[in-house]
């Protein structure tokens, strides 16, 4: 009986080490592991495994297309692994906050300015680790651009598309002025000098405006940072009413109310609120500060002879760029297969559609500087391309913290009646400072 008992014992005790087996074989693999495992199963099956993710991306129609692209690259570069693209086209940080809600994140997002909402939840992975284990050089990659989605010391996203925020001008109105043309070692004095020569007033009506700019964040904030004035020090401190952004803020203003360069309020409304970029296409005005964007509208204006440079200077070079960056899910079972794509995605090969398709700026430096970029025809005439690499290094480093969207709510909030004439920088940065140390007190 003795004997009986313990020979059962020990097929119960092989099933259940089988049956462990089984279970490990099924499961997805631990992190770090996981490109290992496909590969051995592989090798073993002699099928390939498939590793699901799921991305989700908003955009144009023309975006999909081009992601969609991408994603194929990605299909054969690693043919265990299949991306299930989610196109949103509206309502997209709603629509995706409610997938973590419910517990169907997507395991690789495209984000923006909001990339921090994300990340001050613990709802997306800080990329460090992984970056370093890769190897990826950040800086010979990107240059400055992935500073834009780093957010107490870590990384949350890698850059994936977005040129700087660059000068356009017009050659023709720059030519019959006799000014030299805009290049990055221009100064406050050389841009203030260029657009004085270049406003052309008939009596009291102005027939064409040296610069145009306006009340919009990234034009404000790339004079404050030019000045080495920031809205938060390194440490989460908030300075807005320093010397160095009072002192831009009121040249930023000048340019309107004392020297009459640029259009005010009332004259944007006046000629039924055009805004910078069509004025420029009209050509009433000389030069503006504006994105990639603006070559696609501008070819639908083909007399229209300009060309493109970075923008200038004073204590230090500042711009904006707009586009987006991908971040991995921190529910992502997969995370270092993730990884490979994103990183993939934002390399040369990676990143060839956008380039293709025409959809964007790459992010990527080497794309940016290489012949097939430059030579692409985004214009419909001949302009320095070069311009979006000379510009890489330039980008702020901008305080997207989870803050973000109440931070420009309360700078725009005030700053409005510094651009509409009714008060100095001086006291609109001082009360601008007592907000925002009010609002910080809700993030320690």
Not at 42 to 60: C, D, P, R
Not at 70 to 85: A, C, F, S, T, W
Request: one cysteine or more; hydrophobic letters at 40%; charged letters at 25%.
């Amino acid at each position: 009986m003795k004997k009986l008992l313990a020979s059962c014992l020990a097929v119960v005790m092989l099933i259940t080490l089988l049956g462990g087996c089984g279970e490990k074989t099924e499961k997805p693999a631990e992190t770090g592991q996981t490109q290992q495992t496909s590969e051995k199963g592989n090798k073993e099956t002699g099928a390939a495994e498939k590793i699901k993710l799921k991305m989700t991306i908003f955009g144009s129609d023309n975006d999909e297309a081009v992601y969609r692209q991408r994603l194929d690259l990605v299909q054969k570069k690693y043919e265990n692994i299949e991306v299930e693209l989610l196109y949103i086209p509206s309502e997209y940080a709603t629509k995706v906050k409610t997938m973590f809600v419910s517990g169907e994140a997507p395991d690789i997002l495209q984000l923006s300015e909001d990339v921090h909402s994300y990340s001050a939840l613990g709802q997306i992975m800080a990329l460090d680790d992984l970056v370093s284990k890769n190897g990826l050089d950040l800086g010979k990659r990107f240059g400055t651009a992935h500073q834009t989605y780093v957010y107490k010391d870590n990384l949350y996203a890698l850059p994936d598309r977005g040129g700087a925020m660059i000068v356009y001008y017009n050659k023709d109105l720059f030519d019959k002025a006799g000014v030299s043309y805009p290049t990055k070692d221009w100064t406050w004095k050389d841009m203030l000098a260029a657009a004085q020569k270049l406003t052309v007033r008939n009596g009291e009506e102005v027939e064409t405006y040296g610069f145009a700019a306006g009340d919009w964040w990234p034009w404000w904030l790339s004079f404050i940072y030019q000045n080495g004035g920031r809205i938060l020090d390194k440490d989460g401190k908030v300075v807005f009413n320093s010397p160095e952004t009072v002192e831009a803020l009121q040249f930023y203003n000048d340019l309107v109310f004392k020297h009459k360069v640029a259009p005010s309020p009332q004259e944007y409304a006046d000629m039924g609120n055009p805004g910078p970029d069509p004025l420029f296409a009209q050509g009433k005005v000389a030069f503006e500060i504006t994105g990639f964007w603006n070559i696609g509208s501008l070819n639908n204006v083909p007399d229209l002879n300009y060309d493109i440079a970075p923008l200038w200077h004073q204590k230090e070079s500042g711009t904006t760029a707009f586009g987006s960056g991908l971040a991995i899910s921190q529910n992502c079972k997969y995370p270092e297969v993730a990884y490979q794509v994103i990183d993939f995605l934002t390399s040369v090969e990676g990143q060839m559609p956008i380039v293709e398709m025409k959809q964007d700026a790459p992010v990527n430096i080497e794309l940016l500087s290489s012949e097939k970029f430059l030579s692409a025809q985004f214009a419909s005439r001949a302009i320095d391309m070069n311009v979006f690499s000379e510009s890489a290094d330039q980008i702020m480093d901008l305080p997207l913290g989870p803050y973000w969207n109440e931070m420009t709510e309360i700078c725009g909030n005030h700053l409005s009646e510094l651009f509409n004439g009714q008060k100095e920088a001086a006291e609109v940065a001082e009360n601008i400072q007592a907000d925002l140390e009010e609002m910080m007190k809700r993030y320690k």
